[in-house]
């Protein structure tokens, strides 16, 4: 069982819509939890971090956790093409800092 | 301020020749981390060094590969002896201790083994 979970996609949705990315974990314990935006050739790039059950915003991004069902999503609002990327969800176990990532879904947004 | 730097950027050596990639991390950041990710694949952890706590190894996918940091800063990953299946793109990361975990990634180095 992969420890971090991402549907691969490609995700496709219209521009100017809501695209949810979604992300489980298979460790109970863990506490901090990542999204990373990685365009074509480039690095990952660090958007959104959540510790805390709930939603958390910043500009059109939205980072949701639910600890109780191990899901994390993330909610990018009036979805733009520069949108378009691979959105990677990552956890930290705590008390230690080595982070594991999931494979990433692929996000299309559609002018 | 600085980011993370790699260098070189790319980088084309023959098969059974050694590599050496170089990371420096954001000036204060005690963590650092090596993944490796091939062409339209995830993110492959290698290695993690933690201030000088003993480095976690644990993602090395073989013997060939080394890495050292020197003066809780700048690292040195070393492939030996490479092979066409060493051919990826070598991403660094660093992070500060205590708490919050978040990685900043570096742009990575291009290897071609040919």
């Known amino acids: 069982q992969k420890e971090v979970e991402q549907n691969s996609g490609p995700l496709s949705v219209p521009e100017g819509a809501i695209a949810s990315l979604n992300c489980t974990y298979s460790d109970r314990g863990s506490q901090s939890f990542f999204w990373y935006r990685q365009y074509s050739g480039k690095s990952p790039e660090l958007i959104m971090f959540?510790?805390?059950?709930g939603d958390k915003e910043d500009g059109r991004f939205t980072a949701q956790l639910n600890k109780a069902s191990q899901y994390v999503s993330l909610l990018i609002r009036d979805s733009q093409p520069s949108d378009s990327a691979t959105y990677l969800c990552a956890v930290n176990s705590g008390g230690y800092q080595k982070v594991t990532f999931g494979t990433g879904t692929k996000l299309q947004v559609i002018p | 301020g600085a980011g993370v730097s790699q260098s070189p950027s790319n980088k084309v050596t023959e098969k059974g020749k050694d590599v050496e990639l170089r990371c420096d991390p954001i000036s204060g950041h005690t963590a650092l981390y090596w993944y490796r990710q091939s062409l339209g694949q995830g993110l492959e952890f290698l290695i993690y060094f933690q201030g000088n706590s003993a480095p976690d190894k644990s993602g090395l996918p073989s013997d060939r590969f080394s890495a050292e940091r020197t003066g809780g800063s700048v690292s040195t990953l070393t492939i030996q002896r490479t092979q066409q299946e060493d051919s990826a793109v070598y991403l660094c990361a660093s992070s500060v201790s205590g708490g919050t975990y978040e990685q900043y990634f570096g742009p990575g180095t291009r290897l071609t083994v040919t």
């Open positions: 959540i510790y805390s059950n």
